[in-house]
């Protein structure tokens, strides 16, 4: 009596839980381009200038700081990864103005503060970029999020702004004073202030004739930092809504036709058994989701593909268990001994199976990039999982009911008397 309430006790909770927050869950989950709309470019890192090499820590810098100008225009969640040693790839989902984020991330994106030292005297052909020559700072030199707009004491906009490295600012301004420090967004001038005081404190104020409007874009545009290394376009995809849209609810719907026909075919194939399989599946996909919101993952096309892949091996693990069981049975074994034998030789077939993919999985994830990777975490995530409904989960509540003694004939697990042998 005590298992069997144990037994429903279990299962009651576990479809409680699973009942009440499986809304909140699915309606959580963060899709991705694929299946939500948006598009994904690929960025080429080259130094800024020659002679220069392409770091790590540069590849990085530039990456958080493509990041942060994909966030100030409010779109939905961006994803930035770096690939290789020179590479970084955008993907931004949900987006409902393209033309416009597409513009605006291809914008020159290096911010410079350059003086005319050391530059040729200027000609009448000269252009900004000649006069001021030298590169003094880059806009990753400044405290992020730093720079503001105030208002001096005619009412005119002016732009606060700190400096990360106080000691190296003092003394360019200490160099350069009376002279001007122009501001430049790649190769265009936005704006020429001069140096009227040697500023020690980190702190500095930008005036000039700005309206509030240019105040604010200039503000902005130093916020967003400059991205240390040159980005060049390699490759780039888009996804409307629409077709994303219909990828995701042809994905459902075969996922549910799919689903329905594995729990009919593990039912009608082991009876009880059978139920209990299909419900350690049943928790084994709402534990995968329950991951994916509380990890952040994103879903995209690939991992669903991975999903269902491992779906196919817990159904695989249930198979292996359920037929161990029933040969044991054929051999003439009683029912308990028949489970705890089908049990143990069972689970180090289907751990095997389950660390060797887990392997092929980490050497694509650490190996592989983009899609690869996504494929590859939730083939490992899906596993794990699967390790721990399809072959505990079930097992102990198999255990339960036979230990009950409500699992006591053959018949019960899809055995015909005819077909086992006497000992």
């Not at 095997?352 to 590859?376: E, L, Y």
Request: glycine share 8%; with cysteine; net charge positive.
């Amino acid at each position: 009596m005590k298992r069997i309430t144990t037994f429903i006790i279990v299962v009651l909770v576990a479809i409680g839980v699973m009942a009440w927050s499986s809304p909140s869950l699915l309606n959580n989950v963060r899709l991705g381009l694929d299946l939500k709309g948006g598009f994904e470019i690929l960025y080429e890192a080259q130094p800024l200038e020659k002679g220069q090499s392409v770091t790590r820590q540069s590849l990085i810098r530039t990456a958080e700081s493509l990041e942060k100008r994909a966030n100030a225009l409010g779109t939905s969640e961006p994803e930035v990864t770096t690939e290789g040693t020179n590479r970084i790839r955008l993907k931004i989902a949900g987006v409902t103005n393209e033309t416009e984020v597409r513009k605006k991330m291809k914008e020159p994106a290096s911010l410079t503060f350059r003086s005319a030292d050391g530059c040729k005297a200027p000609t009448e052909k000269s252009t900004a970029k000649d006069v001021y020559c030298k590169i003094e700072m880059v806009g990753s030199d400044f405290v992020e999020n730093g720079a503001s707009v105030s208002y001096d004491s005619l009412n005119q906009p002016q732009i606060n702004i700190k400096v990360k490295d106080k000691k190296e600012f003092a003394a360019l301004t200490k160099r350069l004073l009376n002279k001007n420090l122009a501001i430049f967004l790649d190769e265009t001038m936005l704006s020429a202030p001069e140096v009227r005081g040697e500023l020690t404190d980190g702190n500095a104020s930008i005036t000039g004739n700005y309206t509030k409007v240019e105040a604010n874009q200039l503000r902005d545009t130093i916020n967003l930092g400059a991205l240390p290394l040159k980005l060049t376009e390699k490759y780039s995809q888009s996804v409307g809504a629409t077709l994303g849209k219909q990828s995701l609810e042809k994905t459902i719907e075969a996922g549910i036709i799919a689903s329905i026909v594995i729990l009919i075919f593990m039912i009608g194939m082991y009876r009880l058994p059978g139920v209990i399989a299909s419900f350690g599946l049943i928790a084994h996909t709402w534990l995968l989701i329950l991951v994916f919101v509380w990890a952040d993952f994103t879903l995209t096309l690939p991992g669903i593909a991975a999903f269902i892949l491992g779906i196919g091996m817990a159904v695989d693990a249930n198979i292996i268990t359920n037929e161990r069981i029933r040969e044991e049975m054929r051999n003439g074994r009683s029912v308990l001994s028949s489970v705890k034998a089908g049990n143990k030789s069972s689970m180090r077939t289907i751990l095997d199976s389950n660390i060797t993919t887990i392997i092929v999985g980490g050497v694509m994830f650490a190996f592989g990039t983009g899609s690869v990777k996504g494929f590859a975490l939730v083939l490992i995530v899906e596993i794990v999982l699967s390790i721990l409904t399809n072959v505990y989960f079930t097992h102990f509540l198999l255990n339960l009911l036979v230990k009950a003694g409500l699992l006591k004939k053959p018949k019960q697990f899809g055995v015909k008397e005819s077909e086992i042998n006497a000992l």
